[in-house]
């Protein structure tokens, strides 16, 4: 059965569907400019994390009042535009996303938290940077249509990557997505995507806002550390279970729909002989799965 549309335009559902990406011009300069300015007027308590993270989510401040504030803000602005574009949503949570000018803030591949049934629904960021976005300072890039290659479980606290084994070959298959000041990038969670380390001279700042569609169940799936059955609980979460939800611990009160065994051993080499030929040959030097569950956690870590 397809899944529900969530673009007003065609041709972006279209190119979602297909990519698992998709870029345009969404926001005035008007607007990404009190982004910006709001991220400016809190710098500091986001930058608290800053030294011993190079890439960082106000999520990960541990500042509940930072958290809050910065999620209605960046809700406010982005709303003023999301009707025109999406249909039949329901927006999750906001965040900023802070690459400071180090080449340790470079993201490796991965895919991000699944938040729904995947096999009927997609979920999504959209994402916007305050400043125009390249190789050099910070910008995303994307492996075309790896959304479609496998049904993942992405789980919490434990997140064994079903893509660990072939991160060197994955970094053969992006493609580069640079903005201007204005676009948005839609992001299909299931994508795998990396960004570049910002190698420029100033911080790189980018607001992220989660929507998935409007009849889907908002899901967590849970894997405790170190469990060796693999057995992975399934939440239905209303949106304060989601907002109170602490890494490393069951939700509170969500509902505990089922319980199932999954297979997370790796995807090997083979898998991918049928694949396209490498677009781009740049390799990442952050691929350390530690850093890429860190930053996976983060988009979760409320209050
Ligand atoms: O902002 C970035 O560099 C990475 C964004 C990302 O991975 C995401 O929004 O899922």
Redesign the pocket.
Known sequence: MPKPAIFKDEELQRKFDEDGFVSFSMFSAEQVQRIHAFYLRTQVAHETIAESKK?HATNETNNADLIGESDQFIKSVFMEEVDKHFTDYQVIAANY???QPHLE?E?GP?Q?LRFVDEEQFYSL?I?M?TTNTTKEN???RFIRGSHLWADTIRTLPSYPWKYREVITYLNNLFTDVETKIGDC?V?N?ACI????PNLSSTV?V?A?MAIIPKTAEIKHYFLPEGNPENEVEEYNMTLSDFIELKVGHRPQHAQLIRTFKYDFSPIEHNCFQQLSQPLNNRVSTITTYAHIKQ?ISA?LRFA
């Open positions: 890439f996303l802070v690459k803030s993201l991965h991000d960021n994402w940077a910070g910008s995303l990038v992001i969670h995507h990396s960004s570049y790189r980018a992220i930053k988009f």
